[in-house]
């Protein structure tokens, strides 16, 4: 029995990290991949296709805390398979679109589905099935979902070259749909199934919301919210920033393919260190390697191979914060309701990432993208700080 328990666990961890690569590179990375194609072929700004995004990111940050609520409450299979599909055929009637309203529209649709599919629930359901051991199962998923950017950079790109980016988007949309929601449903079923204790949980009150917001949650929240807000400016102004440091549109592309492949690296560097170093000092270590890989990033203009070293840092990094985050959150928070807490947490950290293409734009406009990059410097130093604040006052409190 026992045997036939860890084998399903292993098929629906496998399963969740299979559709979690799907879905990334289908419903997410596809923004950023084809940004300067909807530049060229749309004619809107900009300013004005990031607005979508942020749009996007809004409606899931909006849906998150309920995507919890649902994971607590045992529907954790249905929602993220359901938002997978929901999403896929929001993604496929985007080809369509002939007006900025439209675009807006499916943008909505698309990123309120992704508040129940991405890693945000995934990670939620997993650690409510595994608690303090969910460290393992987290990276496994993360390990395989890393090469999502891998598969949408170079696979919108070579698309659309092929049959230009409505074409692309339908085949992105198709195989979410056919992939990655099957697997999804597949994998939260298993890991569902491995949840030990079961409690009546009610719906979401604002009772409880009020006691969630705790000054440690919310500095918590804001410290991981500002390395949305980078990470967000960057992925989705990468290839013009890149641009904007001198190099080719396929240099670029190559560039940005790496950041998947970086974030496995930074994950294999987890299972390497295994517990010899805590969570704590992931996350500090996971801050200042953001940092470098900006101030790395400001100086391709005079090295254009600094490129990989940029990617190599900012890829890495954030491939530990993803798996990192929740283990770190549960850490200090506790794990009771630990669905809602990743909602909430999940709230502000997508509020962050909503904000930041639109921001990044503005930014822009104001002081190209010089500006930009000293805001990340800035925004990266300041997460650090309310970071370190948080975990010695949590620490002392313990002590």
């Known amino acids: 029995m026992e045997t036939l328990i860890i084998g399903r666990v292993n098929r629906g961890v496998l399963s969740l990290a299979v559709g979690e690569t799907i879905v990334w590179a289908g419903l997410l990375y596809i923004f950023p991949a084809l940004l300067l194609r909807w530049e060229n072929d749309l004619g809107w700004s900009n300013p004005q296709l990031t607005g979508a995004i942020t749009i996007a990111l809004l409606c899931s940050a909006l849906c998150s805390p309920f995507a919890g609520r649902a994971i607590d409450r045992g529907y954790g299979p249905h929602?993220?398979?359901?938002?997978?599909?929901?999403?896929?055929?929001?993604?496929?009637?985007?080809?369509?679109?002939?007006s900025l309203w439209q675009f807006y529209l499916h943008w909505a649709l698309i990123g309120a589905s992704l508040s129940g599919c991405l890693y945000e629930p995934c990670f939620a359901l997993i650690t409510r099935a595994f608690g303090s051991q969910a460290r393992q199962s987290i990276l496994l998923v993360t390990l395989i979902a890393g090469f999502a950017s891998t598969l949408s950079f170079p696979g919108a790109h070579a698309l659309t070259d092929l049959y230009g980016w409505r074409v692309a988007v339908r085949y992105f949309a198709v195989i979410v749909l056919l992939v990655g929601v099957p697997a999804l449903w597949l994998g939260a079923s298993c890991v569902e199934l491995q949840v030990q204790e079961v409690h009546k949980v009610k719906a979401l009150r604002w009772r409880q919301v009020r006691r969630l917001l705790t000054p440690v949650f919310l500095c918590l929240s804001g410290s991981f919210a500002l390395l949305a807000v980078v990470h967000g400016m960057t992925i989705h102004h990468l290839l013009h920033l890149l641009s904007d440091r001198g190099l080719a549109l396929d240099a670029a592309v190559v560039v940005a393919s790496l950041i998947g492949p970086m974030q496995v690296a930074g994950r294999l560097a987890m299972f390497v260190v295994n517990d010899r170093v805590s969570n704590i000092a992931i996350t500090n270590i996971c801050f200042v390697a953001l940092t470098l890989a900006i101030v790395l990033l400001f100086a391709v203009t005079q090295h254009a191979a600094l490129a990989f070293g940029f990617v190599l840092l900012f890829g890495a990094a954030y491939g530990m914060v993803s798996v990192i985050r929740p283990v770190v959150a549960r850490e200090v928070l506790g794990g009771t309701d630990f669905g809602l807490k990743a909602g909430f947490l999940a709230f502000f950290y997508l509020i962050g990432s909503s904000i930041a293409p639109y921001v990044g734009s503005i930014i822009w406009r104001a002081g190209g993208y010089?500006?930009?990059?000293f805001a990340q410097f800035g925004l990266t130093l300041a997460g650090l700080l309310i970071f370190k604040a948080v975990t010695r006052?949590?620490?002392?409190?313990?002590?």
């Open 393 to 399: 006052s949590v620490k002392r409190d313990a002590g």
């Open 79 to 98: 929602l993220m398979a359901g938002c997978g599909f929901v999403g896929a055929v929001a993604l496929f009637s985007l080809s369509y679109i002939q």
């Open 370 to 373: 010089n500006l930009v990059l």
